[in-house]
């Protein structure tokens, strides 16, 4: 009864088009009613410690960073090289898609502000090309989303304070597999291409191919400083955002010269406007995650799930399955937050390693940004494309099927994320 009185509360609420950080403080605020325990200072009281975290001081940063690159001209850089170094295959500007997204993804972390970049940048010249809209759209849409699995990560970030896991080793323990997923729709993006007779770019001399690499090489160390600092313990994930940022800014502003005080200003707004949309779901999330905690609905749900215990596989079967459907109908972040205190304990319970079902957990999310009907990431697509959105997912579906096979994949050989994952921190 409690499940669906939390459950009923949150879903009519969004039915009825309440944005969801005020639906999940409605839907908690209904099971504070239903355990008679109702108090308004305890609601406002969790609202506030929810956002009083010092490691999500790594999202604002973080969020600043993305920003800075995609108008200082550092992500039309990483573009450009790439594009100097696969362009010239079959398919090469779907191909260019994936290796700038791969890199991207290594600088901002955030899904939107790569897709954003990628799909103004490389969509007109795939179409040019005389590649499908359609496809096109929805290759860079799944490149898009690589975003939240290779370091730095937003979605890491909320995760590891949701579910008290370390930071540094989300990040360490997520290279491998979001390169893992940039190989699957690489994989599936040859398939596609060789049905069509497009012919290829000619090839870049070796003279362009230096000169692009080094007009990005100053884009290029920044994964580099963020990955080595945190393996060498030299700086915590929200220090690296804080380095990630200020660097961005020395970059775009005394070497690049690309962006003007005006366009600091407005990059300053846009970050801080997206910081606070995240915080408050962050802040409203955390009065249901300490109410599901005291309805002890954790122990519901491993009561519910004890069938699969037995089995860490088939657990993590049916965890994926359910984080699916959830993704359908819900943002990553908030998914993340409702999701996250219910299924800890259970992963937890089963003797699941915590970091490898993070990675697991936020790529199932990931994915979750390119799923019809909500689709965060399609939606950019289609506004920057000028695309319906039955069109981008049409394009979208054989790239999706590829990730979601990569991520099921992971589940039946842990060892494809514990295995680098403990590399990388030794």
């Given at each position: 009864m409690t499940v669906l009185i939390f459950l009923g509360?949150?879903?009519?609420?969004?039915?009825?088009?309440?944005?969801?950080?005020?639906?999940?403080?409605?839907?908690g605020m209904a099971l504070m009613v239903h355990l008679d325990m109702f108090d308004a200072q305890i609601l406002a009281q969790n609202v506030v410690n929810g956002a009083d975290s010092f490691p999500l001081l790594a999202v604002p940063f973080f969020m600043l960073a993305g920003e800075i690159m995609n108008v200082g001209g550092l992500s039309r850089r990483i573009v450009n090289l790439a594009l100097a170094l696969v362009g010239h295959k079959r398919?090469?500007?779907?191909?260019?898609?994936?290796?700038?997204?791969?890199?991207?993804?290594?600088?901002?972390?955030?899904?939107?502000?790569?897709?954003a970049a990628l799909a103004s940048l490389l969509l007109p010249m795939m179409v040019a090309a005389g590649h499908d809209k359609a496809r096109a759209g929805g290759l860079i849409a799944s490149a898009g989303i690589i975003a939240p699995v290779i370091p730095p990560s937003i979605g890491f970030v909320v995760f590891g304070v949701a579910a008290n896991v370390s930071i540094s080793k989300l990040f360490l323990a997520g290279i491998v597999p979001g390169l893992l997923m940039g190989l699957s729709i690489a994989l599936a993006w040859w398939w596609v291409a060789k049905k069509e007779n497009i012919p290829p770019?000619?090839?870049?001399?070796?003279?362009?191919?230096?000169?692009?690499?080094?007009?990005?090489?100053?884009?290029?160390?920044?994964?580099?400083?963020?990955?080595?600092?945190?393996?060498?313990?030299?700086?915590?994930?929200?220090?690296?955002?804080?380095?990630?940022?200020?660097?961005?800014?020395?970059?775009?502003?005394?070497?690049?010269?690309?962006?003007s005080l005006r366009q600091l200003r407005e990059v300053f707004v846009s970050a801080a406007k997206t910081t606070a949309v995240i915080m408050f779901l962050v802040a409203a999330a955390?009065?249901?995650a300490w109410l599901i905690t005291?309805?002890?609905?954790?122990?519901?749900?491993?009561?519910?799930?004890?069938?699969?215990?037995?089995?860490?596989?088939?657990?993590?079967?049916?965890?994926?399955?359910?984080?699916?459907?959830?993704?359908?109908?819900?943002d990553m972040t908030p998914t993340i937050l409702i999701m996250t205190p219910v299924l800890m304990p259970v992963v937890?319970?089963?003797?699941?390693?915590?970091?490898?079902?993070?990675?697991?957990?936020?790529?199932?999310n990931a994915i979750g940004l390119i799923t019809p009907p909500v689709g965060t990431v399609l939606n950019v697509v289609a506004g920057v494309?000028?695309?319906?959105?039955?069109?981008?997912?049409?394009?979208?579906?054989?790239?999706?099927?590829?990730?979601?096979?990569?991520?099921?994949?992971m589940v039946f050989f842990p060892w494809l994320v514990t295995g680098p994952a403990k590399w990388f921190a030794n």
């Open positions: 509360a949150l879903l009519a609420a969004m039915a009825l088009g309440i944005p969801i950080a005020y639906s999940l403080l409605l839907s398919g090469g500007l779907g191909f260019v898609a994936i290796v700038a997204a791969c890199l991207l993804a290594a600088l901002s972390g955030s899904a939107v502000a790569d897709t770019p000619p090839k870049a001399s070796l003279a362009l191919r230096l000169s692009a690499l080094k007009e990005s090489t100053w884009a290029l160390v920044l994964p580099v400083i963020v990955v080595a600092g945190l393996k060498l313990g030299v700086f915590t994930p929200t220090e690296a955002a804080v380095v990630a940022a200020v660097y961005a800014l020395f970059v775009a502003t005394l070497v690049y010269r690309e962006m955390m009065v249901s005291v309805a002890d609905i954790p122990s519901k749900m491993i009561s519910l799930l004890q069938p699969f215990m037995g089995n860490q596989t088939l657990l993590m079967i049916a965890i994926m399955a359910l984080v699916m459907a959830v993704g359908t109908a819900m937890k319970a089963a003797g699941i390693d915590p970091v490898y079902f993070g990675v697991l957990f936020i790529i199932n494309g000028r695309m319906k959105m039955d069109e981008v997912t049409r394009g979208v579906l054989p790239f999706m099927a590829a990730q979601f096979a990569m991520m099921f994949l």
